[in-house]
């Protein structure tokens, strides 16, 4: 956040530099209304153009084993642009280093999804997918990724949604 409001502030001296340098080589003075003009749409420009590339941005710090397996888009009335082409606001991962067969269930895995959100705490949630059924279930965050242990009743989702995460877990 202090990065860009520190490069934010960068911008807008930059475009009021420009325009003053073009008005003095002009030798006139420049309207009133210009700087502010100019320099509220460079901002405008630059944010709007953070906000959309910021999920590329993270995914490419990703190391390799992470895989992106859905990206959530989202439209907000104070960008009404986002109507038109809405914008990853949060995308979902799995780690695949933490990929784990179950000892005494074929077909089912052990994986890591981890949650990723613009502005958010990025949060790590146990997941058990079954590749048989086509199932997934989330595990408690508390407990252990341990193929081993597979206690208690899982909220099974049917469906193989997201598809990406079966396609990455379900080595078929």
Same mark, same amino acid.
């Given at each position: 956040?202090?990065? %860009? ?6 911008? =807008?001296?930059?475009?009021?530099? @420009? ?42 710090? /990703?190391?390799? %084993? ?9 439209? =907000? ?10 914008? @990853?606001?949060?995308? =979902?991962? @799995?780690?695949? =280093? %933490?990929?784990?067969?179950?000892? %005494?269930?074929?077909? /089912? ?40 242990? /597979? ?22």
């Amino acid at each position: 956040m202090f990065i %860009t409001l520190f490069i934010t502030a960068c911008l =807008a001296a930059l475009v009021a530099g @420009v325009i003053l340098l073009i008005a003095k080589a002009l030798g006139r003075r420049p309207p009133k209304a210009l700087i502010p003009a100019a320099i509220g749409l460079a901002v405008l420009l630059f944010v709007t153009y953070s906000r959309y590339n910021w999920s590329d941005q993270m995914i490419e710090r /990703l190391p390799e %084993t992470v895989e992106v397996i859905e990206r959530y888009r989202d439209s =907000a009335f104070y960008e009404p642009w986002t109507y038109l082409w809405p914008r @990853v606001t949060h995308f =979902a991962v @799995v780690d695949t =280093a %933490t990929l784990v067969a179950h000892r %005494t269930h074929p077909g /089912l895995y052990l994986v890591e999804m981890i949650l990723v959100g613009e502005g958010d705490p990025t949060l790590t949630v146990p997941l058990v997918v079954d590749c048989i059924r086509g199932r997934r279930a989330t595990l408690n965050p508390n407990a252990p990724l341990d193929p081993a242990v /597979l206690t208690g009743q899982l909220e099974w989702r049917t469906g193989r949604d997201p598809a990406r995460l079966f396609e990455i877990v379900c080595l078929d």
